[in-house]
């Protein structure tokens, strides 16, 4: 789960710039906050993430116990163009990890959470 403090903002992020579908979103009225659930597919089937947003709070901090959100993604170097083509924020571009070959990268969503982009075999 991450808290968001622009619910649309994150959500144009999550489903136009990384590709994910909104699952399902609620509202609760009596403690002034929504939920809304991003994945690639069913959640039967398919790992989700929760988004949560609390009317009365625009920003958070992140904390230094939060690493990162991590994805695996066929095509890296084509992922990270058509993030850069949709307004996304690529933050280390494609490259071998440290102390290994795996090819990664990171993005940025609007509230500054990392997501790592990990290459996947062909």
Excluded at 105 to 115: H, I, L, S
């Amino acid at each position: 789960m991450l808290r968001v403090g622009d619910l649309e903002k994150s959500l144009d992020f999550y489903t136009r710039v990384l590709g994910m579908k909104l699952l399902r979103r609620k509202d609760y009225p009596d403690g002034k906050f929504t939920l809304a659930f991003v994945g690639y597919g069913p959640e039967d089937t398919h790992p989700a993430l929760e988004l949560t947003h609390n009317w009365d709070t625009s920003k958070y901090e992140l904390g230094n116990a939060y690493g990162h959100i991590a994805l695996g993604v066929q095509d890296i170097r084509a992922k990270c163009d058509a993030i850069r083509q949709a307004g996304g924020k690529v933050v280390r571009e494609p490259g071998p990890m440290k102390h290994g070959t795996t090819v990664i990268a990171f993005v940025e969503d609007p509230d500054g959470y990392r997501v790592e982009l990990i290459e996947q075999g062909s």
